[in-house]
T-cell receptor
């Protein structure tokens, strides 16, 4: 059965800290891994990763994929209160996306 | 900008009522999805549609049905609402089912 597991479940940090969120997966015929950020409402797309070892970067957020060890990490440097959200990763399984349970990040001032 | 809209942000219904949740997208996407999101369980796929009048069951289709009569519109129907269907319902659309999906703002449904 296809599986996507995120850790930790939740995290509380202070502004300026660096955080690392983890996503491990077991899927047949891996094609890509996607990261989303969900604040109060709809998830918004962050990154799609298809190749091992190539970092994707957007401002203070970056992500990398390890296809050998079957995981991805999402790094956020110099965190701000606006980074508080649930971070979701998802992997295509068959013809749909399977989502992990999410990591809830709270950044305190 | 891609826009996915949902008919209601908050909805309160009674047990046994028939409930319609509507979703409209303006990007001419072939694929549309209905998820429910519950604390600790993440996003779970209820149904998706890859074309007008075409649908496939997701992970948790029991108690739900869907309708897609027009490309831009995908409806989720709860034939007889039950309290265990209290949840946040999210609609999404995409050009490819395994690529980036664009989500609507969600409908928080409470069944009493």
């Amino acid at each position: 059965e296809d599986k996507v597991v995120q850790s930790p479940l939740s995290l509380v940090v202070h502004e300026g800290d660096t955080v690392t969120l983890n996503c491990s997966y077991e899927v047949t015929n891996f094609r890509s891994l996607l990261w989303y950020k969900q604040e109060k409402k709809a998830p918004t797309f962050l990154f799609m990763l298809t190749s091992s070892g190539i970092e994707k970067k957007s401002g203070r957020l970056s992500s990398i994929l390890d296809k050998k060890e079957l995981f991805s990490i999402l790094n956020i440097t110099a965190t701000q209160t606006g980074d508080s959200a649930v971070y979701l990763c998802a992997v295509p399984a068959g013809n749909m996306l399977t989502f992990g349970g999410g990591t809830r990040l709270m950044v305190k001032p | 900008d891609v826009k996915v809209t949902q008919s209601s942000r908050y909805l309160v219904k009674r047990t046994g009522e028939k409930v319609f949740l509507e979703c409209v997208q303006d990007m001419d996407h072939e694929n549309m999805f209905w998820y429910r999101q519950d604390p600790g369980l993440g996003l779970r796929l209820i149904y998706f549609s890859y074309d007008v009048k075409m649908k496939e069951k997701g992970d948790i289709p029991e108690g739900y049905s869907v309708s897609r009569e027009k490309k831009e519109r995908f409806s989720l129907i709860l034939e007889s609402a039950s309290t265990n269907q209290t949840s946040m319902y999210l609609c999404a659309s995409s050009v490819d089912p395994t690529y980036e999906q664009y989500f609507g703002p969600g409908t928080r449904l409470t069944v009493t």
